[in-house]
């Protein structure tokens, strides 16, 4: 069964540019997870679909958002990038869930310069 | 909120010497998960513990959940180098109702000196 999968594995953008980043689940999992992690603060949730529905958003302002299509694949989208939003952001997915044994994809590194 | 500590931060052992770290929340979760990040990697699920006072093994691995559901301990005996990372802990709020997310811990890193 292939993993989770994210695109691209690295982005460099520059302060106000947009950004949108792809997530493929492993197949039969429905929920979808995104997560911030950095050095300072670890991991943190952003926000959680399953049947393309958002049921659980973190503390991130709006310039965060998401979306789940009909096959399970998410993207997330960080408009007006801040040089705060520098990270890894990683995709997990899991059967049904959300909150119990994610499967983690390596993750997109974001550069904000 | 929901907060997860875990201690220590960091820990540095000679290959062979143990290790464990410690997880603890401050709310009873309804079950502890652990993950391991590989540097440069990305967090793999290790086990999940739902019983109070539930104990795991996996081969060098003892996990360990709390009687109150509010603690857990991860041990790795005789470690390797290959047992370099960090290690998460992770549970699911206990507010009832649809959470679906969990809240990480910061992790504790672990550096193996061969």
């Known amino acids: 069964k292939a993993g989770v999968t994210q695109t691209p594995r690295y982005l460099i953008k520059t302060r106000g540019q947009q950004v949108t980043l792809s997530c493929s689940p492993i197949?039969?999992?429905?929920?979808v997870s995104w997560y911030q992690q950095t050095p300072g603060q670890g991991l943190q949730f952003l926000f959680e679909?399953?049947?393309?529905?958002?049921?659980n958003k973190g503390n991130f302002p709006g310039r965060f958002s998401g979306r789940q299509f009909s096959n399970s694949r998410s993207e997330m989208n960080v408009s007006t990038l801040e040089l705060g939003d520098s990270a890894l952001y990683l995709c997990?997915?899991?059967?049904?869930?959300?909150?119990?044994?994610?499967?983690f994809g390596s993750g997109t590194q974001l550069s904000v310069l | 909120g929901q907060q997860v500590m875990q201690i220590p931060q960091y820990q540095h052992v000679q290959e062979g010497e143990d290790f464990t770290t410690y997880c603890n929340s401050s709310t009873t979760l309804s079950n502890i998960q652990w993950y391991k990040q590989r540097p440069g990697g990305h967090p793999v699920f290790l086990i999940q513990l739902v019983k109070s006072g539930e104990v795991k093994k996996q081969k060098r691995l003892t996990f360990q959940f709390g009687e109150a559901k509010k603690n857990s301990s991860l041990h790795i005996t005789a470690t390797q180098t290959t047992d370099v990372g960090t290690y998460f802990c992770a549970g699911p709020p206990n507010s009832g109702g649809s959470n679906y997310k969990l809240t990480f811990g910061k992790g504790t890193l672990l550096t193996v000196n061969p």
């Open positions: 997990a997915s899991s059967l049904e869930r959300g909150n119990e044994k994610l499967f």
């Open positions: 679909y399953f049947s393309e529905t958002q049921r």
């Open positions: 197949s039969g999992h429905r929920s």
